[in-house]
């Protein structure tokens, strides 16, 4: 941060106790699903700048992470997958993409407080 803002490295002393702090006080659990809801934030700026630029995308879970790291050599990165998203441009053909979308009613699954 400071050499991206020019700025004195003794100025960031305070934030990097407060973020040392943070970090060695969780569990490993506790941070990879710390890391894990930070991908989530970008994911759906991503999700959402596709689809203004008229893109299709899909979010995937569940997938072999084992075989995702090797394909893409994230070890060595010390990047673990957590989802993985495909972006495409649709076709005007795609006949599923015109129909009537199923949805629950959105009373079924939002509940107010």
């Known amino acids: 941060m400071a050499k991206k803002r020019k700025k004195d490295i003794l100025k960031y002393r305070e934030y990097k106790a407060i973020m040392l702090d943070f970090i060695f006080s969780k569990t490993k659990t ?26 299709d995308t899909c979010p995937m879970e569940w997938f072999n992470v084992d ?14 997958p957590c989802v993985m ?3 495409w441009k649709g076709s005007p053909d795609d006949y599923y993409a015109w129909e009537t979308k199923v949805r629950y009613n959105k009373k079924d699954i939002i509940i107010k407080c």
């Open 30 to 55: 506790e941070l990879d699903a710390w890391a894990t809801a930070q991908v989530y934030i970008a994911l759906w700026n991503i999700i959402t700048a596709a689809t203004v630029m008229g893109l």
């Open 67 to 80: 075989s995702v790291s090797r394909k893409f050599d994230l070890e060595e990165k010390w990047l673990v």
């Open 85 to 87: 998203l495909a972006i």
